[in-house]
Antibody, heavy 117, light 106 residues
Framework: EVQVVESGGGLIQPGGSLRLSCAAS????????MSWVRQAPGKGLEWVSV???????FYADSVKGRFTISRDNSKNTLYLQMNSLRAEDTAVYFC???????????WGQGTLVTVSS | EIVMTQSPATLSVSPGERATLSCRAS??????LAWYQQKPGQAPRLLIY???TRATGIPARFSGSGSGTEFTLTISSLQSEDFAVYYC????????FGQGTKVEIK
C-alpha cells in the first residue's frame, strides 16, 4: 500500500528554520517525482517545490532561495528545509507523489507549520 | 504563471442531483488538468487526471471533460460523501491550482 507520512511541523519564530520530513512506503521516492504543496489556513493549495527522479529541483518564486527540497534514498524519505521563515509561510504542508501524468496521485495527511512570535 | 479560475465559488446541491463545476485556465494547458476533492482536515484526493481519466478507485459518477482552457467536472448524482471542496490543477507548466469550489448541501 502506498503511503506518505509528513512530520516536523510546529511553531517557529519569524526568521527561524524548520525541516519537514515525508516518509514513504509502498513505492520508491527516488524513482518518482515528489512535491511539497502547502495550504494556508482557510485558503487554497499552492505548489511549493519538486524534486524529479533525476535529482533536479525547482521552487515556487515565493520560497526560492529560502527552501531546499532533498531526499534520502536509503531512508526513502523526502525533506523540505525551510529557512528565513515568514508569517506568510504559515500553512499545512503536504507531501505528494507525482503520478505518471504529473498530477499528484498520493498525498500525506500534512504537517502544520506556524510562523509567529 | 498560469492562473486557474473556478466557478462558482459555492454550489448548493440536493443529494441525488447533478453538480457541474467549471475551471478556466489563463493559457492553454492541453489536457494537462486534474481535479481533486478535499474534505475538512484531510489531504486532497485525486479524482481526475488528463482532463477526463478517473483515478484508481474513483466512482463512475465523477466525470471530467474539456481541453485547452475550459474544463468541467460533473458529479452525476451527488452522494452524502461528495460534499467537499473541489480544486482543479494544471500541470502543463509547473503546477497551479484553482481557488476551489465548495459543494454544499442545499
Amino acid at each position: 500500500e502506498v503511503q506518505v507520512v509528513e512530520s516536523g511541523g510546529g511553531l517557529i519564530q519569524p526568521g527561524g528554520s524548520l525541516r519537514l520530513s515525508c516518509a514513504a512506503s509502498g513505492f520508491t521516492v527516488s524513482t518518482n517525482h515528489m512535491s511539497w504543496v502547502r495550504q494556508a489556513p482557510g485558503k487554497g493549495l499552492e505548489w511549493v517545490s519538486v524534486i524529479y527522479s533525476a535529482g533536479s529541483t525547482f521552487y515556487a518564486d515565493s520560497v526560492k532561495g529560502r527552501f531546499t527540497i532533498s531526499r534520502d534514498n536509503s531512508k526513502n524519505t523526502l525533506y523540505l528545509q525551510m529557512n528565513s521563515l515568514r508569517a506568510e509561510d504559515t500553512a499545512v504542508y503536504f507531501c505528494a507523489r507525482g503520478g505518471e501524468s504529473h498530477s499528484f496521485d498520493y498525498w500525506g495527511q500534512g504537517t502544520l507549520v506556524t510562523v509567529s512570535s | 504563471e498560469i492562473v486557474m479560475t473556478q466557478s462558482p465559488a459555492t454550489l448548493s446541491v440536493s443529494p441525488g442531483e447533478r453538480a457541474t463545476l467549471s475551471c478556466r485556465a489563463s493559457q492553454r494547458v492541453g489536457s494537462n488538468l486534474a481535479w481533486y476533492q478535499q474534505k475538512p482536515g484531510q489531504a486532497p484526493r485525486l479524482l481526475i487526471y488528463g482532463a477526463s481519466t478517473r483515478a484508481t478507485g474513483i466512482p463512475a459518477r465523477f466525470s471530467g471533460s474539456g481541453s485547452g482552457t475550459e474544463f468541467t467536472l460533473t458529479i452525476s448524482s451527488l452522494q452524502s460523501e461528495d460534499f467537499a471542496v473541489y480544486y482543479c490543477q494544471q500541470y502543463n507548466n509547473w503546477w497551479t491550482f484553482g481557488q476551489g469550489t465548495k459543494v454544499e448541501i442545499k
